[in-house]
């Protein structure tokens, strides 16, 4: 008998090492498929998941860990573009109304990277109408980023266009939160019924 626990014991840690090394069953291809079906209903589609399927954890995500890539994807593009608008107010000679439309763009960056750091601890926690709110700050941050660079003469510079990138990409993470809520909602009522 103990011979045969010993054999299963062995048996079930083999299994455990095998498949903690192999490839995610449901991605043969080395794509999620879940990433397609959370970008499903985002105003752009193929940002979406190019962004999510250029980070590696996304290949064997879960929709939660997904929202939660997709957070730090518009982070991280937030946190370079607000190195790019240091850099720009830095070592740029800038006409008075452009630089201060930068410095207005800074302050909106570290409000919005803040939003995107609050949204993260808030998915986390499952506190998914903290995360809506947060994200839709950090949304509001780049509208009004956006609306001085509208005014900005000349806005020859690279900054409207990363804004434009930034704002898409939050409002990316939005809908993939809002999926994920509408997802978990389903699920709950489907389990309740």
Same mark, same amino acid.
């Given at each position: 008998?103990?011979?045969?626990?010993?054999?299963?014991?062995?048996?079930?840690?083999?299994?455990?090492? =095998?498949?903690?090394?192999? &490839?995610?069953?449901?991605?043969?291809?080395?794509?999620?498929?879940?990433?397609?079906?959370?970008?499903?209903?985002?105003?752009?589609?193929?940002?979406?998941?190019?962004?999510?399927?250029?980070?590696?954890?996304?290949?064997?995500?879960?929709?939660?860990?997904?929202?939660?890539?997709?957070?730090?994807?518009?982070?991280?593009?937030?946190?370079?573009?607000?190195?790019?608008?240091?850099?720009?107010?830095?070592?740029?000679?800038?006409? &008075?109304?452009?630089?201060?439309?930068?410095?207005?763009?800074?302050?909106? =960056?570290?409000?919005?990277?803040?939003?995107?750091?609050?949204?993260?601890?808030?998915?986390?926690?499952?506190?998914?109408?903290?995360?809506?709110?947060f994200l839709e700050s950090a949304?509001?941050?780049?509208?009004?980023?956006?609306?001085?660079?509208?005014?900005?003469?000349?806005?020859q510079l690279e900054l409207p266009?990363?804004?434009?990138?930034?704002?898409?990409?939050?409002?990316?993470?939005?809908?993939?939160?809002?999926?994920?809520?509408?997802?978990?909602?389903? =699920?709950?009522?489907?389990?309740?019924?």
């Open positions: 008998m103990r011979l045969v626990i010993n054999n299963v014991v062995l048996f079930v840690g083999i299994l455990c090492l =095998y498949l903690s090394f192999s &490839p995610p069953i449901n991605a043969a291809d080395g794509n999620n498929p879940l990433v397609a079906h959370a970008c499903e209903k985002v105003k752009a589609k193929d940002l979406c998941v190019s962004s999510l399927m250029a980070e590696h954890a996304s290949k064997s995500a879960d929709l939660a860990t997904l929202a939660l890539i997709s957070i730090k994807v518009a982070s991280n593009n937030g946190t370079n573009t607000s190195f790019y608008i240091k850099k720009s107010l830095d070592t740029q000679k800038l006409e &008075p109304a452009v630089e201060q439309n930068f410095q207005d763009c800074e302050d909106n =960056y570290i409000s919005a990277t803040q939003q995107l750091d609050g949204a993260v601890s808030s998915l986390v926690s499952k506190n998914y109408k903290d995360t809506k709110m949304i509001d941050d780049a509208i009004t980023c956006d609306n001085g660079l509208r005014k900005m003469p000349g806005n266009h990363r804004n434009i990138m930034f704002r898409q990409l939050c409002i990316n993470a939005l809908d993939v939160v809002l999926f994920l809520t509408t997802f978990k909602s389903s =699920y709950l009522n489907a389990i309740i019924d």
